[in-house]
């Protein structure tokens, strides 16, 4: 490699350090005509593609580093975890595994095929490799942090409090593990009071990243809800939606004119018509909006011996949007050639990895209420349950926590008013079009009257009734939701009517939420 080229690489990895992807990107792309055997740019130009999020073009990347150097194992772990972005589990293990086999202690790959093995709900292997992890080097708060992820999925809080501490003991800063164990402690009565005022002081840290500045935001929103200092409360949630305001920008406009879209796909086909047939595993659809009670109709449902959960898998909303869109529009023309796919067939085979010895499967992946009508298509048999709470409390919900997605509409009352008033119209518009179909349960029945409304649910499932389901709190199927904590206590009450609190804060929502009577 010349001097000259080591000199412009090395401006290319300092823009890279300073997030410059796009420069990065044209720059290097010029690099490659005059380089294209050089797998490092290649490597490069995929870590960009990455971190915007164009896996396509990363995986591309990354297979060109490979053959320009079949021992670059930093591009195969990078592909490996292009592979694991885009739900390619089996190509992304292999990849990690042959790393593995090759260097036991190879850091990253053992963390990235941990990670792996938590999203696909292999929790012992993930745990044995993030230990593994850490001990070859404990410096590693990310790390600890997932550890405690998959820890709180399996309801050992204690275990994964300590790894909180942990990850904020090799670096104070690291406020994602501050925001985690908010939701965790309990600040009433002057409980836990140390970790408040320690996040307190962590705000006039100059340091800090945006990013740092929203967790601890949200971590001090929680916080202060639970001493009943609302005020000071609704001050951190607005100062970190704001925050998060300014990297997500709303699109309103975007979401109504979807919806009108999608009516009006499905007042013009005839669905039995185009109906697929073959289902292998029965599948149970949960959905409605973050913070509707869908982690506890999950909790509830999975109770049951017949039952399992792969959660918010996300693969059926992915898949129907990237085929059914041109430039984040809805197209019919798109749509009509999608429904012709084997859509079942490739959500057969990705359940199949996650290998859950079940008859039932429950996907509650929230946003599914967008395409119920090709969901009907593709899984006809399928039994569909929406989840909806008081529209006042779920939107404040909504509002006092943090969601790291792509969703655009979360960060400020007016956004988040408008979006419930479009999901309100098009679950209207489903519930006419599958009239009887579609179980609608609302949280506040199911906590007032529990047991009449889960032998109902079980029923609409077409499972036998069994007592376990009223006992979900002693269930110990995985959950991997905000409401991790929730959900493993019995039913409460606490959550109904929560938005009297702030009900002097929340003009501008309550103004907007009026156009649904």
């Known amino acids: 490699?010349?001097?000259?080229?080591?000199?412009?690489?090395?401006?290319?990895?300092?823009?890279?350090?300073?997030?410059?992807?796009?420069?990065?990107?044209?720059?290097?792309?010029?690099?490659?005509?005059?380089?294209?055997?050089?797998?490092?740019?290649?490597n490069l130009a995929g870590l960009?593609?990455?971190?915007?999020?164009?896996?396509?073009?990363?995986i591309t990347s990354f297979q060109n580093a490979i053959e320009s150097n079949p021992n670059n194992d930093s591009a195969k772990n990078n592909l490996a975890i292009s592979y694991k972005n885009t739900r390619q589990y089996g190509d992304a293990k292999k990849i990690l595994e042959e790393?593995?086999?090759k260097n036991p202690n190879y850091l990253n790959a053992l963390v990235n095929l941990g990670n792996l093995q938590n999203q696909t709900y292999f929790f012992d292997e993930a745990l044995e490799n993030l230990k593994k992890a850490i001990k070859i080097k404990n410096n590693l708060p990310e790390v600890h942090l997932n550890i405690s992820n998959i820890l709180q999925i399996r309801g050992k809080m204690s275990d994964a409090i300590k790894h909180l501490y942990k990850a904020l003991e090799l670096n104070k800063n690291f406020t994602k593990a501050d925001q985690v164990l908010s939701m965790l402690l309990d600040y009433k009565n002057n409980d836990n009071d140390h970790h408040l005022q320690n996040?307190?002081?962590?705000?006039?840290?100059?340091?800090?990243?945006?990013?740092?500045?929203?967790?601890?935001?949200?971590a001090l929103g929680k916080c202060f809800e639970d001493k009943k200092d609302y005020e000071s409360s609704f001050k951190h949630?607005?100062?970190?939606n704001k925050l998060q305001g300014k990297i997500s920008k709303s699109n309103l406009k975007y979401y109504r004119q979807k919806s009108e879209d999608i009516k009006d796909y499905f007042l013009n086909i005839d669905l039995k018509k185009i109906q697929k047939k073959r289902e292998d595993k029965k599948k149970i659809f949960i959905m409605g909006l973050p913070r509707s009670g869908t982690t506890l109709l999950e909790k509830i449902i999975s109770s049951h011996s017949k039952v399992g959960s792969v959660s918010?898998?996300?693969?059926?909303?992915?898949?129907?949007s990237e085929k059914t869109s041109t430039n984040q529009k809805f197209d019919k023309t798109k749509a009509n050639d999608f429904v012709n796919t084997n859509l079942n067939k490739k959500y057969e085979d990705l359940l199949n990895f996650y290998n859950i010895k079940k008859e039932f499967i429950i996907d509650k992946t929230l946003?599914?209420?967008?395409?119920?009508?090709?969901?009907?298509?593709?899984f006809p048999n399928s039994k569909i349950i929406h989840s909806f709470r008081d529209p006042k409390d779920n939107c404040l919900s909504i509002f006092k926590n943090l969601f790291r997605n792509n969703e655009t509409w979360l960060f400020n009352q007016e956004d988040i008013g408008e979006y419930y008033l479009i999901y309100n119209d098009l679950m209207k518009f489903w519930n006419k079009m599958f009239e009887g179909e579609i179980y609608n349960s609302k949280y506040e029945d199911l906590i007032n009257n529990h047991e009449k409304n889960t032998k109902n649910i079980i029923k609409f499932c077409e499972l036998n009734w069994e007592d376990a389901c009223l006992n979900h709190h002693k269930n110990q199927n995985p959950i991997k939701t905000l409401s991790v904590n929730q959900a493993n206590q019995p039913i409460y009450k606490t959550s109904i009517n929560s938005s009297k609190f702030f009900e002097n804060k929340l003009e501008k929502l309550f103004k907007i939420l009026e156009k649904l009577n």
């Open 312 to 320: 918010e898998i996300g693969f059926v909303y992915d898949t129907i």
């Open 48 to 58: 960009c593609f990455q971190r915007i999020q164009n896996n396509q073009s990363a």
């Open 99 to 101: 790393l593995l086999k």
């Open 199 to 218: 996040m307190l002081k962590k705000l006039n840290n100059t340091e800090l990243s945006n990013d740092d500045k929203i967790s601890l935001h949200f």
């Open 367 to 378: 946003i599914n209420f967008w395409y119920i009508g090709f969901i009907k298509i593709f």
């Open 1 to 42: 490699m010349s001097k000259k080229l080591n000199q412009e690489i090395q401006i290319l990895i300092n823009k890279y350090k300073q997030q410059n992807f796009s420069d990065v990107l044209q720059k290097s792309s010029i690099l490659l005509k005059k380089n294209p055997q050089n797998d490092f740019l290649w």
């Open 237 to 240: 949630l607005s100062l970190g």
